[in-house]
């Protein structure tokens, strides 16, 4: 085989490319923000490369965690290379996550102090709503941008997308992982599941309370309950359930004084997705204007293919819309062998 000088350049150039995004040194800031309604806090990381100077719509990405776990954890988590932050900050983009109230390292209001019961849900979807608007108000006004790209996960999918129909002069790119949208027949999350007040089958039992406790045997066993193997190692190291809840723990003061060790998680969501769920929907996918990415897991159980395919049907005025489908993955993709295909087809999508 005969190289040309311009193919051996071309080589030369791309794996210095793969090593300066291998050796780049990443800058991260923790702070807190105040939201838009009284007395709320909002936990806010950044995370980029040092030295970096260089802020412009398409290069500041906001992640918005899901229904159980707060951001750092989802999308930093720090073990070996399953930082989907740092991986994003390698290839010159400028990431930020943040908590929701009762989230993390976010303020946690009086209900989430008291017994469940005492309380109805707590950070409802339009409050997690307001608290996007903080978060993308401060990302503009810290860096000068007019938009940003939201990245939003299981229920943070439906946040994205929530937002994105209200303020698509704010985004500059939509990618929604995991998006539960519009499927009357969700078995987790709609009629017959927990979530169903049994006397009035429209209603959402709230018998469960302002917030739930979750734990490490809980998420794991519903994350192997959608692997259709019987030996899970096949999609995930072992250690990463172990590793996750660790991080997932540390952001909840009261964890350890459960046994077992447990993270409150507000169920505000499960209200609000337990209606998407019935068919009653709070936002409509043809109000988006920017260009969406729907994107999941071939054995997802939180987003069924008819969530995907409503999505797909009513985005009908967003600029570039695509579909992607991850084979052998499940809901937690990003923590599995098949990550990097889920990882590099984000990044395709991104970089249109």
Same mark, same amino acid.
């Given at each position: 085989?005969?190289?040309?000088?311009?193919?051996?350049?071309?080589?030369?150039?791309?794996?210095?490319?793969?090593?300066?995004?291998?050796?780049?040194?990443?800058?991260?800031?923790?702070?807190?923000?105040?939201?838009?309604?009284?007395?709320?806090?909002?936990?806010?990381?950044?995370?980029?490369?040092?030295?970096?100077?260089?802020?412009?719509?398409?290069?500041?990405?906001?992640?918005?965690?899901?229904?159980?776990?707060?951001?750092?954890?989802?999308?930093?988590?720090?073990?070996?290379?399953?930082?989907?932050?740092?991986?994003?900050?390698?290839?010159?983009?400028?990431?930020?996550?943040?908590?929701?109230?009762?989230?993390?390292?976010?303020?946690?209001?009086?209900?989430?102090?008291?017994?469940?019961?005492?309380?109805?849900?707590?950070?409802?979807?339009?409050?997690?709503?307001?608290?996007?608007?903080?978060?993308?108000?401060?990302?503009?006004?810290?860096?000068?941008?007019?938009?940003?790209?939201?990245?939003?996960?299981?229920?943070?999918?439906?946040?994205?997308?929530?937002?994105?129909? &209200?303020?698509?002069?704010? /985004? !500059?790119?939509?990618?929604?992982?995991?998006? $539960?949208?519009?499927? *009357?027949? +969700?078995?987790? =999350?709609?009629?017959?599941?927990?979530?169903?007040?049994?006397?009035?089958?429209?209603?959402?039992?709230?018998?469960?309370?302002?917030?739930?406790?979750?734990?490490?045997?809980?998420?794991?066993?519903?994350?192997?309950?959608?692997?259709?193997?019987?030996?899970?190692?096949?999609?995930?190291?072992?250690?990463?359930?172990?590793?996750?809840?660790?991080?997932?723990?540390?952001?909840?003061?009261?964890?350890?004084?459960?046994?077992?060790?447990?993270?409150?998680?507000?169920?505000?969501?499960?209200?609000?997705?337990?209606?998407?769920?019935?068919?009653?929907?709070?936002?409509?996918?043809?109000?988006?204007?920017?260009?969406?990415?729907?994107?999941?897991?071939?054995?997802?159980?939180?987003?069924?293919?008819?969530?995907?395919?409503? &999505?797909?049907?009513?985005? /009908? !005025?967003?600029?570039?819309?695509?579909?992607? $489908?991850?084979?052998? *993955?499940? +809901?937690?993709? =990003?923590?599995?062998?098949?990550?990097?295909?889920?990882?590099?087809?984000?990044?395709?999508?991104?970089?249109?």
């Amino acid at each position: 085989m005969k190289w040309s000088i311009g193919c051996a350049l071309a080589v030369v150039l791309a794996l210095a490319g793969t090593s300066a995004a291998q050796e780049a040194k990443i800058v991260k800031t923790d702070t807190t923000i105040d939201g838009l309604d009284p007395g709320i806090k909002l936990f806010v990381r950044e995370k980029m490369q040092d030295g970096n100077t260089r802020f412009t719509d398409d290069n500041i990405i906001l992640f918005l965690h899901g229904a159980t776990a707060p951001s750092t954890c989802d999308f930093d988590l720090s073990y070996k290379d399953y930082s989907w932050a740092d991986w994003l900050v390698k290839r010159g983009y400028v990431v930020f996550m943040g908590d929701y109230r009762n989230y993390g390292y976010s303020s946690r209001e009086a209900a989430m102090d008291e017994p469940p019961a005492k309380n109805q849900p707590v950070t409802r979807s339009y409050l997690a709503l307001r608290d996007i608007e903080a978060m993308v108000n401060y990302i503009k006004q810290k860096h000068g941008v007019k938009q940003v790209t939201l990245i939003g996960w299981s229920w943070g999918a439906m946040m994205a997308g929530y937002y994105t129909s &209200l303020h698509s002069e704010n /985004v !500059h790119k939509l990618v929604m992982y995991a998006p $539960l949208y519009h499927y *009357a027949k +969700h078995t987790n =999350l709609g009629a017959g599941s927990a979530l169903q007040n049994k006397r009035n089958p429209g209603e959402f039992n709230f018998a469960l309370g302002a917030y739930r406790y979750a734990s490490e045997a809980a998420n794991t066993k519903r994350w192997d309950g959608e692997i259709p193997l019987a030996n899970k190692a096949d999609y995930r190291d072992p250690q990463v359930p172990v590793e996750f809840w660790k991080e997932c723990m540390a952001t909840d003061p009261t964890s350890n004084t459960r046994k077992p060790p447990s993270l409150r998680a507000p169920n505000g969501v499960l209200e609000d997705s337990f209606y998407q769920a019935i068919g009653q929907r709070m936002w409509h996918a043809s109000n988006i204007y920017s260009p969406t990415l729907v994107i999941a897991g071939q054995f997802d159980t939180w987003s069924f293919p008819e969530d995907r395919a409503g &999505l797909m049907r009513d985005l /009908v !005025h967003a600029r570039i819309k695509e579909s992607a $489908l991850i084979p052998d *993955a499940t +809901h937690f993709v =990003l923590f599995e062998k098949n990550r990097m295909m889920f990882f590099n087809e984000v990044l395709k999508f991104l970089k249109r």
